[in-house]
Antibody, heavy 119, light 113 residues
Framework: EVQLAESGGGLVQPGGSLRLSCAASGFTFSSSNMNWVRQAPGNGLEWVSYISSSGSHIHYADSVKGRFTISRDNAKNSLYLQMNSLRDEDTAVYYC????????????WGQGTLVSVSS | DIVMTQSPDSLAVSLGERATINCKSSQSVLYNSNNKSYLAWYQQKPGQPPKVLIYWASTRESGVPDRFSGSGSGTDFTLTISSLQAEDVAVYYCQQYYSTIFTFGPGTKVDIK
């Protein structure tokens, strides 16, 4: 069974930093493209970032480019999101999301971790 | 970036009746070399992460009831629930994965009338 477990969320002040982690199990992590997707309270889904299975291809939403960095450690079956220069509007539940079995849609989701940016 | 729009914002349908949700992309998400539209549909129930229902615009994910169907190509897409059940109350999102910047639609809330 595919399992994705996010951690690292919490309360941070504007301008601060936070690092999210996602522990993956139940599938071959090193063969899977991964994403971070977020959802602000009461709002819709916003794709944040993508990293290919080898880490050679990385993409970001314009809203986070230059502030967030996605990375992965295939030896540890782990995905990360380093978030710097955080803003109020970054407040959201952040989901770790695996690509689908047949394409780059999101086939599997974690339960999410809440990031709150507030002074 | 490709902008996704959905209509309506919300709808209420009687149990057993049909629900139809539309999704439009600001540019084509059809890849001519394989004739596939890079469009997925997701269902999100309150307090839960989303779940994929449809990918490649019309391929149903394994385990998804056959009352859910997707259609369309290029820029215009539709998700149809043929006979609404109580457990289908949720918000439904479309998403394009054609470009390197993936984008979601704003969502459509489905309720029971």
């Amino acid at each position: 069974e595919v399992q994705l477990a996010e951690s690292g969320g919490g309360l941070v002040q504007p301008g601060g930093s936070l690092r999210l982690s996602c522990a993956a199990s139940g599938f071959t992590f090193s063969s899977s493209n991964m994403n971070w997707v977020r959802q602000a309270p009461g709002n819709g889904l916003e794709w944040v970032s993508y990293i290919s299975s080898s880490g050679s291809h990385i993409h970001y939403a314009d809203s986070v480019k230059g502030r967030f960095t996605i990375s992965r450690d295939n030896a540890k079956n782990s995905l990360y999101l380093q978030m710097n220069s955080l803003r109020d509007e970054d407040t959201a539940v952040y989901y770790c999301a695996r690509g689908g079995d047949y394409g780059d849609y999101v086939g599997y989701w974690g339960q999410g971790t809440l990031v709150s940016v507030s002074s | 970036d490709i902008v996704m729009t959905q209509s309506p914002d919300s709808l209420a349908v009687s149990l057993g009746e049909r629900a139809t949700i539309n999704c439009k992309s600001s540019q084509s998400v059809l890849y001519n070399s394989n004739n596939k539209s890079y469009l997925a549909w997701y269902q999100q129930k309150p307090g839960q992460p989303p779940k994929v229902l449809i990918y490649w615009a019309s391929t149903r994910e394994s385990g998804v009831p056959d009352r859910f169907s997707g259609s369309g190509s290029g820029t215009d897409f539709t998700l149809t629930i043929s006979s609404l059940q109580a457990e289908d109350v949720a918000v439904y999102y479309c998403q394009q994965y054609y470009s390197t910047i993936f984008t979601f639609g704003p969502g459509t809330k489905v309720d029971i009338k």
